[in-house]
């Protein structure tokens, strides 16, 4: 039965409004409230924090007792879309823009189905004289284009 | 005369070169990401505002909202080749286009939602002209008790239109309006939810979450799913269609025009309600309406017509009133309050050139598009042949390059990778995002009149209701939510979604 209710959406998503609710309500229990003349700062979060709770309560209720949308599995290897961006953000600030590019673009097609190398590399050498022609020539960003030495 | 030296001043802002020029790339980039699946306007706004910081108010706006009805043209083209819409507002274009395409169609199917699309924009930028005005005139008498209610009202819109559970949906508003509440208060100077973090002292940038919830968690879920996508072009046909084809689509088109023109400016409406709302009609009047589903020409260019016209109407509660109708025009209001514009009544006294330019650039740019899209729509095919594996490198890189070029701080984006996963994490529990955007535009906006509201009645709260305007807002928006949660409504509202 709670394994059950556990494959489902809505037990998820209204455990997910509930613990942001009380998160937001404990991390904001020292700002002062006020009253409702003069609004302190923790009034508004204070109010939508109780409501989200609420809301949270009535889906999680939902999803323990009526049947719905299941949870499906997922796959870890698209994340990577997400390293790519991690490391372009180290990228760019120590070794500038293209190799930023490069390091994106090949850890970002990894996240795909197919990886094949010479469509990678080609696209890696299209995008970096793109963006430096558009951000750098044409729109005049100056991003560091390499790196500093 | 007013209406004249209004539609001249428009025109001079308008027609000069560098505002064709970013006409002309706003309507290319929105034909561009509506040919193409797995790329909407809200990302492709967000990740270009950073860009735009350095234009011109009015050059920066012409230049989104071309993104944004240019779209509307591009996502017919996927929904009739491809079966696919390139827009979730050409969801229902696919039914009858797709099948028209099956018959040799295609080209007649792509020309009538050309030339739908074209009417219907320029019909509902004069409607814009006509009207908006008038509504500027009312919305400036309106107090913060009512601004309050009214944005109240727009949330809960925005809240009924979203596909699937409407709880869920009322809690991604509050959530983004709590994400709203995130940076320094503004009253007091005290700093809220930042955890020490600096660069949160300030908020979080929208550009960042827009990015992470729309544009990063997209490609995930888009990798996770794996790519089918067969492109059905053997055959184009002539792209204009025959004379008796306009006989048959001309009362649509003017229906989809009318239709799409007035949902646009609802609370809440836009492109998407059109475009449903239009097609439902169609095969409601249709003297034979098994004929719909089957290739039906009527069922293209209805709601193609209407979901032109509902994007570019839905400018104007964001111009008049200063409240964006869905999340398109909440980044619109960004990147009007980065340009130090307070959307509201006033724009169009404070900022002539800018309101009227705007509305003026429309035709400009339905006439681009119409050129982009008839004599052009070869490239557009041959575009949609680029498999996706190239595509999203590519739009992962100029996400990346736009978040950093906010404020060169790095850290931005990690921030925009994590709303990336969150974004994944709401797809997965079946949570839209489109809401979550709307509460965190509006979030400050509603705390600062709500302090107002209180203040002006001493904390009784009941003014909400005693006053006549802000009550019948507030009565509105629960009679929406009533219907709405109504069992028999429900049930069609599923079936709508569905189709």
Redesign the interface.
């Known amino acids: 039965m709670l394994q059950r209710a556990f494959r489902r959406q809505d037990t998820w998503a209204g455990l997910m409004f509930l613990g942001v609710g009380i998160a937001a309500l404990w991390i904001g229990r020292d700002y002062p409230t006020g009253t409702a003349t003069s609004m302190g700062p923790g009034f508004f979060p204070d109010l939508l924090s109780f409501l989200l709770c609420g809301i949270g309560a009535l889906v999680t209720l939902r999803g323990l007792i009526a049947d719905g949308e299941k949870i499906t599995g997922t796959a870890l290897r698209p994340f990577l879309v997400l390293v790519a961006v991690a490391l372009f953000a180290l990228a760019v600030t120590s070794g500038g823009l293209v190799p930023a590019i490069v390091v994106l673009t090949v850890v970002g097609a990894c996240a795909g189905h197919e990886f094949r190398l010479h469509e990678v590399a080609a696209l890696t050498l299209a995008l970096a004289v793109f963006s430096v022609a558009v951000f750098d020539w044409a729109l005049g960003m100056h991003l560091p284009l390499w790196p500093a030495w | 005369m007013d209406a004249l030296s209004h539609l001249v001043l428009g025109m001079t802002v308008a027609l000069t070169p560098m505002n064709i020029a970013y006409c002309f790339v706003g309507c290319l980039l929105g034909t561009l990401i509506g040919v193409l699946p797995g790329l909407g306007p809200v990302p492709t706004i967000a990740m270009l505002l950073p ?1 735009t910081f350095n234009l011109p108010p009015e050059t920066s706006l012409i230049m989104l909202a071309g993104i944004y009805y240019g779209a509307q043209y591009g996502g017919s083209v996927s929904a009739i080749l491809v079966n696919l819409p390139g827009e979730s507002t050409s969801v229902v274009t696919c039914i009858d286009g797709y099948q028209m395409a099956r018959q040799g169609r295609a080209g007649p199917a792509l020309g009538i939602s050309a030339i739908g699309s074209f009417f219907a924009g320029c019909v509902a930028a004069l409607v814009m002209f006509l009207f908006a005005p008038l509504l500027s005139k009312v919305a400036l008498s309106v107090g913060p008790t009512d601004y309050f209610s009214m944005m109240v009202l727009g949330l809960i819109s925005a809240v009924v239109l979203a596909s699937g ?1 409407l ?2 949906a ?2 991604m508003v ?2 983004g ?2 994400l709203g ?1 995130v940076g320094t ?1 503004l ?2 100077g ?1 700093r ?2 930042t955890f020490d973090i600096l660069s949160l002292s300030d908020g979080i940038d929208f550009v960042i979450i827009a990015v992470g919830l729309f544009a ?1 968690a997209e ?2 879920a888009n ?2 799913q ?2 089918k996508r067969e492109v059905f072009t053997s055959r184009l046909g002539r792209v204009l269609p025959s004379r008796d084809d306009i006989r048959q689509a001309a009362g649509a088109i003017v229906r989809g025009t009318f239709l799409g023109s007035l949902l646009g400016v609802l609370p809440g409406g836009g492109a998407l309600l059109a475009s449903f709302a239009s097609y439902t009609v169609e095969k409601k009047i249709a003297r034979d309406p098994s004929r719909f589903g089957r290739g039906a020409i009527e069922g293209v260019a209805a709601p193609e017509s209407a979901n032109n016209a509902g994007a570019q109407t839905s400018m104007v509660p964001l111009l008049t009133l200063g409240i964006p109708p869905n999340a398109v025009m909440a980044l619109m209001l960004g990147a009007l309050t980065i340009q130090g514009i307070t959307p509201g009544p006033q724009v169009m006294n404070s900022d002539p050139r800018l309101f009227w330019g705007l509305i003026a650039s429309l035709w400009i740019g339905n006439i681009i598009l119409v050129i982009l899209n008839l004599p052009l729509i070869g490239i557009w095919i041959r575009l949609l042949r680029v498999p ?3 595509l ?3 739009i ?2 100029f996400c ?2 736009g978040v ?2 906010i404020n ?1 701080e ?2 931005d ?2 921030f ?2 994590v709303f ?2 969150v974004g ?2 709401f797809a ?4 839209e995002p489109a809401p979550l955007l709307l509460g965190f535009i509006l979030g400050p906006l ?2 600062e009149n ?2 107002r509201a ?2 002006l009645s ?4 009941a003014i909400f209701i005693t006053e006549p305007l802000s009550a019948a807002l507030l009565a509105a928006a629960l009679i929406l939510l009533v219907v709405v949660a109504a069992p028999s409504v429900r049930r069609r509202r599923e079936a709508a979604f569905q189709e």
């Open positions: 860009l559970s709880l869920k009322v809690g509050i959530l309006v709590l509440t208060d009253n007091t005290m809220r939810f990063f490609i995930l990798l996770a794996g790519e996706y594996r190239m999203f490198p590519a992962l890189l990346c390059i950093y070029s060169h790095p850290n984006l990690l925009a990778a990336g996963a994944y994490g997965k529990v079946g949570c509603m705390e709500l302090r209180l203040l001493r904390g009784d709260a």
